[in-house]
């Protein structure tokens, strides 16, 4: 009788125990209280540094040690397992967030450049960022989805009603933990990360700056007032044409230009040998941002902090009798309202925004030839492409093949470097796209060239906004502030006036994207108060200087002969 009995209390306690306890029954809720707190804590530290992450585990707390409270009914005990699981969800989708957003872009939520993305996409173009970064992403889900499992099945196994009750030295660490929690409560600075709070905060930021992208009409009339203001004037006389080509995440690693071993850019290079050093090719320029919108707002603003209250280059073109035409092959709300309002004409071909846009940069030049032709005797024309911006596929014509051998030097190089095959599969698309942004450029420099000669002053200027990692130094396709193929970029100058502008050593120099406006406006032929010669890369007085990067910095060494100027990126300390 005695083995009997003691046989079915086992039985019984094992079913218990697979089934979860149910009311009357007890079950001390310390083990699933230690379980789901490190969940928590790894969650936590994924996205977060040390400090800041021991007191968001702090906050946790409290609605975790919600375990160790006894309950007694079946209700109570299904509401806490749901209330938990639902608490313990928001700190690991803001640690896999985090995680993610450090990991592909050296940022974190609140940065600028997330927030100004973020601000700037539609659904569309958020679905097509998923289906281009699905694997990165789907490990981040993944995890939130294992802890969701693993929190879901053991807060149902919280402390059970009993007839003895809590301990007193239970209850005395329970309240502990609940008086330490809060006083982290009583600490805004803490409490705002909390991820509920912080997400519907940061919500709130993405919302506002696209509001006020939507109304910037005022905006750009004080713009226009300012440039006046400061009446910049054109120091040289007679019809003057200046042509502007923005690419769109161009490496130049990856233009033959530059050395690539695919032949990339055969138009660029023929115009090269028909030009000599009337076309200066700049070898070391570097952007100082990763994505379009700071880069463009940089170009345009000279790279001065919006603090300093800088001049609109096109609002100063305006101002000096520039007649400014935008040209544009990307629909994109934000740059339509901060930059490419202030022309006088303004055409945007691509009516598609996202990534799955097909339009082709070649319809431009349509409207390049018509703005070419218009009699205004001063014109600036500003032609922004959508380059070699993901989708690579879609940057070229249907049935444009990649520019390569099956097994050239650069598939070797990538195979040595264990790039995978899908990652090798995008370099090929996106060397075919830079091939067909060549003819593009290409072009685009020819028609500016053969202006009729009594057109007079004529000047071209090409680059990027920002480069593309695309196996160089990772395992990953698309834009990077991780890694220096994020930020190296084309540069080319080209003037019916080169005697006036260039020295071959000027195509040596260092050069920065953000300070692309003192050249411009030197292209121009401004003269104005806020003039900065010594960030013009084709003044004598041009100095270097190191731009601050949030992953990355440039460094410049100088030979030990002449002014030839090698510029290596490699992660700060």
């Given at each position: 009788m005695h083995l009997k009995t003691r046989w079915f209390d086992e039985?019984?306690?094992?079913?218990?125990?697979?089934?979860?306890?149910?009311?009357?029954?007890?079950?001390?809720?310390?083990?699933?209280?230690?379980?789901?707190?490190?969940?928590?804590?790894v969650s936590i530290f994924l996205g977060h540094e040390a400090r800041q992450a021991a007191q968001l585990l702090v906050l946790a707390i409290p609605m975790i040690a919600w375990l160790l409270w006894p309950v007694d009914s079946v209700g109570l005990n299904r509401f806490r397992t749901v209330t938990v699981t639902l608490w313990v969800l928001g700190f690991s989708f803001d640690g896999a967030a985090r995680q993610y957003l450090m990991a592909s872009y050296g940022s974190a939520p609140e940065a600028s450049v997330i927030i100004g993305a973020?601000?700037?996409?539609?659904?569309?173009?958020?679905?097509?960022?998923?289906?281009?970064?699905?694997?990165?992403?789907?490990i981040s889900c993944m995890c939130v989805v294992g802890t969701l499992l693993l929190v879901g099945h053991f807060s149902s196994r919280g402390r059970r009603r009993t007839s003895t009750g809590l301990s007193r030295s239970k209850t005395i660490l329970i309240m502990l933990?609940?008086?330490?929690?809060?006083?982290?409560?009583?600490?805004?600075?803490?409490?705002?990360?909390?991820?509920?709070?912080?997400w519907i905060t940061?919500?709130?930021?993405?919302?506002?700056?696209?509001?006020?992208?939507?109304?910037?009409?005022?905006?750009?009339?004080?713009?226009?007032?300012?440039a006046m203001a400061v009446a910049p004037v054109l120091n040289r006389s007679g019809p003057a044409t200046v042509v502007l080509v923005i690419g769109e995440s161009i490496n130049r690693d990856n233009m033959s230009l530059y050395g690539y071993g695919r032949p990339t850019t055969p138009g660029l290079i023929a115009e090269k040998k028909v030009l000599g050093d009337s076309l200066m090719v700049v070898r070391n320029a570097w952007s100082v941002d990763a994505s379009t919108l700071p880069a463009?707002?940089?170009?345009?603003?000279?790279?001065?902090?919006?603090?300093?209250?800088?001049q609109h280059l096109l609002a100063l073109a305006r101002a000096a009798g520039y007649k400014v035409w935008w040209l544009s092959n990307q629909d994109d709300i934000a740059i339509e309202q901060e930059h490419a309002r202030l022309s006088n004409?303004?055409?945007?071909?691509?009516?598609?925004?996202?990534?799955?846009?097909?339009a082709l940069d070649e319809n431009l030049l349509d409207h390049l030839d018509v703005a070419l032709r218009d009699a205004a005797p001063h014109k600036l024309i500003v032609v922004h492409m959508i380059g070699a911006h993901p989708h690579y596929a879609l940057r070229i014509p249907p049935g444009t093949g990649p520019a390569r051998a099956r097994e050239d030097q650069?598939?070797?190089?990538?195979?040595?470097?264990?790039?995978?095959?899908?990652?090798?599969?995008?370099?090929?698309?996106?060397?075919?796209?830079?091939?067909?942004?060549?003819?593009?450029?290409?072009?685009?420099?020819?028609?500016?060239?053969?202006?009729?000669?009594?057109?007079?002053?004529?000047?071209?200027?090409?680059?990027?906004?920002?480069?593309?990692?695309?196996?160089?130094?990772?395992?990953?396709?698309?834009?990077?502030?991780?890694?220096?193929?994020?930020?190296?970029?084309?540069?080319?100058?080209?003037?019916?006036?080169?005697?006036?502008?260039?020295?071959?050593?000027?195509?040596?120099?260092?050069?920065?994207?953000?300070?692309?406006?003192?050249?411009?406006?030197?292209l121009l032929h401004l003269q104005w108060p806020g003039d900065r010669p010594d960030r013009n890369l084709l003044d004598d007085s041009y100095r270097w200087r190191f731009p601050e990067l949030p992953?990355?910095?440039?460094?410049?060494?100088?030979?030990?002969?002449?002014?030839h100027y090698q510029v290596e990126m490699r992660s700060s300390e």
């Open positions: 039985k019984n306690f094992s079913r218990q125990a697979a089934q979860g306890m149910t009311a009357g029954e007890s079950g001390n809720g310390i083990f699933a209280f230690l379980v789901i707190l490190m969940a928590v804590a973020s601000a700037n996409t539609n659904v569309r173009e958020a679905l097509e960022y998923l289906s281009t970064n699905w694997r990165s992403l789907g933990l609940l008086l330490v929690s809060a006083v982290a409560y009583s600490s805004k600075p803490w409490r705002r990360n909390l991820p509920l709070i912080y940061w919500a709130g930021s993405v919302s506002t700056l696209r509001e006020s992208w939507s109304d910037l009409d005022d905006v750009r009339r004080v713009s226009l007032q300012r463009l707002r940089n170009i345009f603003r000279f790279g001065m902090p919006s603090t300093e209250n800088p004409v303004f055409i945007m071909l691509n009516r598609k925004p996202g990534r799955s846009s097909t650069v598939e070797l190089d990538l195979v040595r470097k264990n790039r995978p095959i899908w990652l090798r599969r995008l370099r090929n698309q996106y060397d075919a796209a830079i091939q067909y942004h060549d003819f593009v450029v290409a072009r685009s420099l020819q028609m500016t060239r053969r202006i009729s000669s009594s057109d007079g002053y004529l000047a071209w200027m090409y680059l990027s906004d920002h480069g593309q990692e695309v196996g160089h130094e990772s395992n990953r396709a698309g834009h990077s502030s991780t890694t220096a193929a994020g930020y190296r970029i084309p540069t080319l100058i080209w003037s019916n006036r080169p005697a006036d502008l260039f020295a071959s050593a000027k195509a040596e120099r260092a050069f920065r994207g953000d300070w692309s406006g003192w050249t411009i406006t030197n992953v990355v910095r440039p460094v410049v060494e100088r030979a030990s002969l002449g002014m």
